[in-house]
């Protein structure tokens, strides 16, 4: 996803929703809004509801230029989108959950990167561990026939999905502000340290 693709988003938009475009073009540089569209793309996120999109960075933008701190946001606008495309059903969400003790690893190891965003800094040992364990919980949702969708807290699930992205292919975290109320959740396996398992 290009610039000029970017640029051929907004405006195919244009014409109907000339004050979000306008917004958007006075906070945002085009690569910026190009980052977060290529986030969510990287995740499987589709991209079709522009308007919610800029809409959402419009808002966040006066805060933050974080492309990592802005793509959880527009995810959390899409979460009936990106929740509902895991349901089954009867509206039951079957879910891989970790650990609180790993998630504090998790959250104890980010730390910003100028280039990569946010990233696990963890050492070989650990980094080994929790990857296993994750992997582990992935493979028995795996036999027993479901997706496997991680649920985790917010505020480490873009990393837990780049832990997962170099073991897997296209791995599903969803945070939970991201399941709305209406959505019965069904934890299938937990994600363990290993001497817990």
Same mark, same amino acid.
């Given at each position: 996803?290009?610039?000029?693709?970017?640029?051929?988003?907004?405006?195919?938009?244009? #014409?109907?929703?000339?004050?979000?475009?306008?917004?958007?073009?006075?906070?945002?540089?085009?690569?910026?809004?190009?980052?977060? =569209?290529? #986030?969510?793309?990287?995740?499987?996120?589709? @991209?079709? #509801?522009?308007?919610?999109?800029?809409?959402?960075?419009?808002?966040?933008?006066?805060?933050?230029?974080?492309?990592?701190?802005?793509?959880?946001?527009?995810?959390?606008?899409?979460?009936?989108? @990106?929740?509902?495309?895991?349901?089954?059903?009867?509206?039951?969400?079957?879910?891989?959950?970790?650990?609180?003790e790993i998630e504090g690893v998790i959250r104890d190891s980010i730390h910003e990167d100028p280039v990569e965003g946010r990233i696990a800094g963890m050492d070989p040992d650990t980094h080994s561990i929790i990857v296993g364990s994750?992997?582990?919980?992935?493979?028995?949702?795996?036999?027993?026939?479901?997706?496997?969708?991680?649920?985790?807290?917010?505020?480490?699930?873009?990393?837990?999905?780049?832990?997962?992205?170099?073991?897997?292919?296209?791995?599903?975290? =969803?945070?939970?502000?991201?399941?709305?109320?209406?959505?019965?959740? #069904?934890?299938?396996?937990?994600? =363990?340290?290993?001497?817990?398992?």
């Amino acid at each position: 996803l290009g610039r000029e693709e970017v640029q051929k988003l907004i405006n195919n938009i244009k #014409n109907d929703y000339p004050a979000v475009v306008k917004e958007i073009e006075e906070k945002m540089k085009l690569g910026e809004m190009q980052k977060v =569209l290529q #986030n969510l793309l990287r995740e499987r996120v589709s @991209i079709r #509801n522009m308007v919610t999109i800029l809409e959402t960075l419009a808002t966040y933008a006066e805060y933050t230029r974080d492309p990592g701190v802005l793509t959880e946001y527009v995810r959390a606008a899409l979460s009936r989108q @990106i929740a509902g495309s895991y349901l089954a059903e009867d509206n039951v969400l079957s879910v891989i959950t970790v650990d609180p003790e790993i998630e504090g690893v998790i959250r104890d190891s980010i730390h910003e990167d100028p280039v990569e965003g946010r990233i696990a800094g963890m050492d070989p040992d650990t980094h080994s561990i929790i990857v296993g364990s994750l992997l582990d919980a992935y493979q028995r949702a795996s036999k027993m026939g479901y997706t496997p969708v991680f649920l985790v807290s917010p505020q480490i699930r873009s990393v837990t999905f780049t832990l997962l992205e170099r073991e897997v292919q296209a791995p599903v975290v =969803l945070a939970y502000n991201e399941i709305s109320r209406n959505v019965k959740v #069904n934890v299938v396996v937990s994600a =363990l340290v290993p001497n817990a398992a």
